[in-house]
């Protein structure tokens, strides 16, 4: 019956399939234990979106096992399809078969709804990698000397994108990675970033807690009080209007403005500024 060549088919090529996606996240996750310690893992600080590029491989190698799980299950259906492994059910009464069947397809729907996921997932962590890594490189790009770059930078609040010190000053740097069709304006109005083309807004009360975390750590840090500038970049969006002067919004385009913003009271003294990357250096090694 050809019920019976479906129920056999798929079973066949289905328990092969998750055995096949077991072995190869298994296999994924025993490659990455395995290179998760550098030589020089005392040396070697964040990059650009670190996070993200880790989350991101996490990913890769997550759709990778997926995609090649429907591959294989394709082509083990077909083949099991012409060997007849209907066979196995033979005899069985039709609303087992149909309850089989039913059980395949719950297995299957689920399937393709985790890989959905993991692509969308995938797709947003990308882009926010890419405006990432926007923003970092547009830092390095300040005049030489201006200040000491820092990625990643973990405080007991969260992660702060990026961390520039200097005798100047200190500036946190938060990035919004929010997509737009076109080119369009982002504005700051009071704790929140709004976007004209409709997108729903963005909180910035997180980051503001970031911030004043970093200032307290700082402070400790070096004994004295430590005042850090909060600079919140959205790469990809002209900048409208910004009301007081607590936060500096910025593109990728216009992140050079951070050089010129300063007083007399953000500079820092000598020992200051080297106990404050030191510390910065801890946190940030890679290991």
Not at 94 to 111: N, T
């Amino acid at each position: 019956m050809e019920l019976e060549a479906i129920s056999g088919a798929a079973t066949v090529a289905l328990t092969s399939t998750i055995v096949f996606v077991l072995v190869a996240r298994t296999w994924f996750a025993a490659t990455r234990a395995s290179n998760s310690t550098s030589s020089f893992s005392d040396r070697i600080l964040h990059e650009a979106a670190q996070r993200f590029r880790d989350e991101l491989d996490l990913l890769n190698g997550k759709q990778t096992a997926y995609l090649g799980g429907a591959l294989v299950f394709a082509v083990l259906f077909v083949a099991a399809w012409i060997l007849d492994a209907g066979a196995l059910f033979s005899g069985y009464p039709s609303w087992q078969l149909y309850l089989q069947l039913g059980f395949l397809g719950l297995a299957g729907g689920y399937a393709a709804y985790r890989l959905g996921m993991t692509i969308s997932q995938r797709r947003r962590v990308k882009f926010s990698r890419d405006a990432n890594i926007a923003i970092g490189h547009q830092l390095q790009q300040l005049p030489a000397g201006f200040a000491r770059i820092f990625h990643d930078v973990p405080t007991a609040t969260g992660i702060v994108d990026h961390v520039l010190v200097g005798q100047s000053g200190i500036y946190a740097v938060n990035v919004i990675a929010a997509r737009s069709r076109k080119r369009s304006h982002a504005r700051r109005r009071d704790n929140e970033i709004q976007f004209a083309n409709g997108r729903p807004s963005v909180s910035i009360v997180n980051i503001a807690a970031r911030t004043r975390q970093l200032q307290k750590e700082f402070s400790n840090t070096a004994g004295s009080n430590i005042r850090v500038r909060s600079v919140i970049a959205v790469p990809g969006w002209d900048i409208g209007e910004q009301s007081g002067d607590d936060h500096l919004l910025v593109n990728e385009r216009t992140i050079a403005m951070i050089s010129g913003w300063k007083d007399n009271s953000d500079y820092l003294m000598n020992e200051d500024v080297d106990a404050i990357r030191n510390d910065l250096v801890n946190r940030c090694v890679a290991a």
